[in-house]
């Protein structure tokens, strides 16, 4: 009944940039945590940034800082993540996730619901 769907991704020249959304329904949207993660072939899943739906807190991760920023509509029970200035080592699966705590999102451990994931893939 909890589905969280990705969009946006594709092929982007280094660079460039990239616009990914999350759909979410089954659940209201205010309802805690949010957050955006990447997993490359071969590589760990990193955290890229997260939000608190209910208060609009956001975090972005060092690795990604300054290039990645996280939102929300709350009209469309969607989150957002813009990715600008494109690396090759940004090509990975990106999920989006939730999950019902508040607060620092980015001390969160666990997350409930996932999404499918979304291939971006950027091009040297």
């Known amino acids: 009944q909890v589905h969280l769907s990705e969009s946006g991704g594709g092929s982007v020249e280094t660079g460039g940039f990239l616009k990914l959304s999350c759909e979410v329904s089954g659940i209201p949207f205010s309802w805690g945590c949010m957050g955006w993660f990447r997993q490359a072939p071969g590589k760990e899943r990193e955290g890229l940034g997260y939000i608190s739906t209910g208060s609009g807190y956001t975090f972005i991760a060092d690795s990604v800082k300054g290039r990645f920023t996280v939102s929300q509509d709350n009209k469309k029970n969607v989150m957002y993540l813009q990715m600008n200035r494109m690396k090759p080592e940004d090509g990975a699966m990106y999920y989006c996730?939730?999950?019902?705590?508040?607060?620092?999102?980015?001390?969160?451990?666990?997350?409930?619901?996932w999404g499918q994931g979304i291939q971006v893939t950027v091009s040297s």
């Open positions: 996730a939730a999950d019902p705590v508040g607060g620092e999102c980015e001390r969160l451990s666990h997350w409930k619901y």
